[in-house]
């Protein structure tokens, strides 16, 4: 009777097994089973906002589940970040964020949170940096800018101290090329375009909103960041053209997780991101918007993100800038 009592407990066992077992498959088939946040980490209407939008409006489809978009502007999108590090593991809250968050993994003493606490599951979009004249100011080309460097005191615009903008620009002007150059930070992208128009400063770091202002003539574009010319500025040298060999610098979107957020849901929601980036609608707003859409792995992204982390490094030490302060409590 014992004999009989062991192989039916056993048998029991087995089946309690195989059925706790399907069930957490099933769980995990059925990720995402609820709405998923992303957090943003700058305001309405932004670089970052608009893409996430975007790529969200086709996530929500895919999943057939509410894509939520928060923004929690702040610190550079270190409030963001923070908030998000700190989230349940369960791919339910994500991070859009920009060129900013490696940025900040050497700009910043105090993040309040550490850059390992997140993990790259996506980089939807990038568009090479870019640095611009006023045609009025007689600068037709890279070599014309540095001809005048020679004679005058060169002034460089950006939206703002520790931007991907201006630490990129300044640190090919004056460290790559030795140009004496001034850096003059403004509160917007807005405020950098006026003062360009009106001769305040020389040149201008800017992203893909100064694309249509190129385009059109208005703006004359010196040098582009990526390794090839733009594809939608063939006509812009790139700065390794330029004389400033093997120079690159890029903005991009990304998607972070929770650092622990399972490989299985880390996978799950980067194959939705590069499905939606190769959407044909999704494409056209994109390119509306001057970037370029792009489909890595998610271990591809975590790679380029650690190299985005040394290459930002390099380049902020060389200009020696630092921001000391930390963030505000947390509520």
């Known amino acids: 009777m014992q ?28 990720w995402p089973s609820k709405r998923v946040s992303v957090v943003v980490g700058y ?58 968050l490696a940025i900040n993994d050497t700009l910043y003493r105090d993040k309040g949170f550490r850059t390992d606490g997140l993990t790259a599951v996506a980089i939807p979009v990038e568009a090479p940096e870019l640095l611009v004249a006023n045609p009025k ?25 520790g931007s991907g903008s201006h630490i990129s ?29 009106t001769g305040e400063i020389t040149v201008l770091a800017s992203t893909a909103t100064a694309i249509p202002a190129i385009q059109s003539g208005e703006l004359v574009g010196l040098g582009v960041g990526s390794l090839d ?3 939608i500025l063939p006509d812009v040298k790139t700065y390794s053209e330029n004389g400033l060999k093997g120079f690159t610098a ?22 939705a991101v590069n499905i939606a980036t190769q959407d044909p609608g ?15 792995s998610q271990p591809d992204a975590v790679k380029f993100f650690q190299d985005e982390i040394l290459n930002w490094q390099k380049m902020v030490k060389s200009i020696d800038l630092s921001a000391e302060y930390g963030l505000p409590p947390e509520k």
């Open 3 to 30: 004999k009989y009592f062991c192989l039916i407990t056993v048998s029991m066992s087995l089946n309690i097994a195989l059925a706790t077992g399907s069930a957490f498959a099933a769980d995990a088939e059925a």
């Open 282 to 296: 999704v494409i056209s707003q994109l390119k509306n918007l001057g970037v370029t859409p792009s489909q890595r």
């Open 43 to 100: 305001a309405s209407g932004g670089f970052a906002d608009n893409v996430a939008r975007v790529v969200g409006r086709k996530l929500g489809e895919t999943w057939n589940q509410p894509v939520v978009i928060q923004n929690m502007a702040g610190a550079g999108g270190n409030i963001a970040a923070r908030s998000v590090a700190a989230a349940s593991a369960d791919g339910y809250t994500l991070l859009a964020t920009t060129t900013s």
């Open 169 to 197: 620009a300044e640190y090919a002007l004056r460290i790559m090329a030795k140009v004496n150059v001034k850096h003059i930070p403004f509160s917007g992208g807005n405020p950098a375009m006026l003062a360009l128009m």
């Open 229 to 231: 010319r733009s594809t």
């Open 250 to 271: 890029s903005s991009w979107t990304g998607l972070f997780a929770p650092a622990g957020t399972p490989d299985a849901t880390l996978k799950t929601i980067n194959a």
């Open 137 to 161: 100011s007689g600068i037709k080309s890279f070599a014309d800018l540095l001809t005048k460097a020679k004679t005058e005191q060169i002034y460089l615009g950006s939206s703002g101290i």
